[in-house]
């Protein structure tokens, strides 16, 4: 788990009061607050005003533009944007729980059950940001949050773009190839190229961190982690961890496909692929609490809707 900081409260636009500091950036931090006047928990990012470029302003307005324009229930929703005093301020949804990140640190691997269920619902974010012709960009590990109802939240939409969106050029051509590079995709690295196939890829990348406990290619010299990414087959999972099952196996190797016509053509079909195997789920001690939740109950009634 994110370890926190005790701090002094603060307050921001005389309506956020800062409790503790979930992460500290180069120009920005996370927080943990309350909105006092409805009394709820938030998060509230901050961009300091003395590290304020005209391209981190135009990126920050840009992502809670984004965001507050995309309701999912795996998204956090954004109730503020403004500035104060301090500098830029985004204020959203508090969604508690652990990371994939924190999840491998305590687990190492991920059980088959719960890697399909996480990925599964990673693409049904997907599905709907691609159906908008959003693409995240930087899909990974520690973007991707497990509540303890089971339920996944993907995080930071900051590098996201809009497919043939005018801002797109303006956006993209003022950043240094945005993501992460040991989870890109080849034509990422290479060309700054993204489509619904470039966030696929990512997947591809965290499932197989989950199954195997390990990168996909995992080494000590991250330019020979990403030359892997361009020039070499990876080993297939269940060559690494046997109780992989053969359709997962597969539907991982076609994610990581280095050309993005070989992979999957949509969000949805992998969710389709890796839903069946989302059962039978075993206990994660720590992360996930046990037992029927209302939200759990409603999924119930959800999945009854067919057109």
Same mark, same amino acid.
């Given at each position: ?6 701090? #002094? ?40 005003? @003395? +590290?304020?470029?005209? @391209?981190?302003? +135009? ?25 104060? @005093? ?26 088959? /059950? ?12 997907? #599905? ?5 012709? !959003? ?34 050029? !303006? ?21 700054? %190229?993204?489509?619904?196939?470039? @966030? ?13 406990? +390990? %990168? ?26 046997? #109780? ?20 999957? %053509? ?5 969710? +389709? ?11 994660? /001690? ?19 809707? #067919?057109?």
């Amino acid at each position: 788990m994110i370890t926190r900081q005790e701090v #002094s409260p603060m307050m921001v636009a005389g309506r956020y009061e800062l409790r503790q500091a979930l992460a500290r950036g180069g120009i920005g931090e996370l927080w943990e607050g309350v909105d006092v006047r409805l009394r709820r928990p938030v998060a509230v990012k901050r961009i300091r005003g @003395d +590290r304020l470029t005209e @391209d981190a302003v +135009r990126r920050f307005n840009r992502e809670a533009r984004v965001m507050a324009s995309f309701r999912h229930p795996g998204v956090a929703a954004v109730h503020d944007f403004g500035s104060d @005093d301090f500098g830029l301020f985004l204020v959203m949804d508090l969604v508690e729980g652990w990371t994939v990140t924190d999840v491998l640190d305590a687990h190492d691997q991920v059980p088959v /059950p719960w890697a399909a269920l996480i990925g599964a619902q990673v693409c049904a974010v997907l #599905s709907a940001a691609h159906e908008r012709s !959003l693409i995240h960009r930087d899909l990974k590990p520690s973007n991707l949050m497990v509540c303890r109802d089971a339920t996944v939240v993907v995080l930071d939409f900051g590098m996201a773009t809009v497919l043939d969106s005018s801002e797109q050029s !303006l956006i993209t051509g003022t950043m240094d190839r945005p993501g992460t590079d040991v989870y890109m995709a080849p034509e990422q690295i290479t060309w700054g %190229r993204v489509g619904a196939a470039t @966030d696929l890829y990512a997947v591809g990348c965290v499932l197989y961190e989950m199954l195997t406990g +390990r %990168r996909v290619f995992e080494a000590a010299d991250p330019a020979l982690e990403v030359r892997g990414h361009l020039e070499r087959e990876p080993v297939r999972p269940a060559v690494l961890e046997p #109780s992989v099952p053969a359709e997962v196996d597969e539907v991982v190797m076609s994610l990581l496909a280095k050309e993005p016509e070989r992979r999957p %053509r949509r969000a949805e079909d992998v969710v +389709r692929r890796l839903l069946p195997y989302a059962r039978a789920l075993p206990p994660l /001690p720590g992360v996930v609490d046990r037992g029927l939740r209302p939200v759990h109950l409603y999924a119930r009634a959800v999945a009854r809707i #067919s057109w």
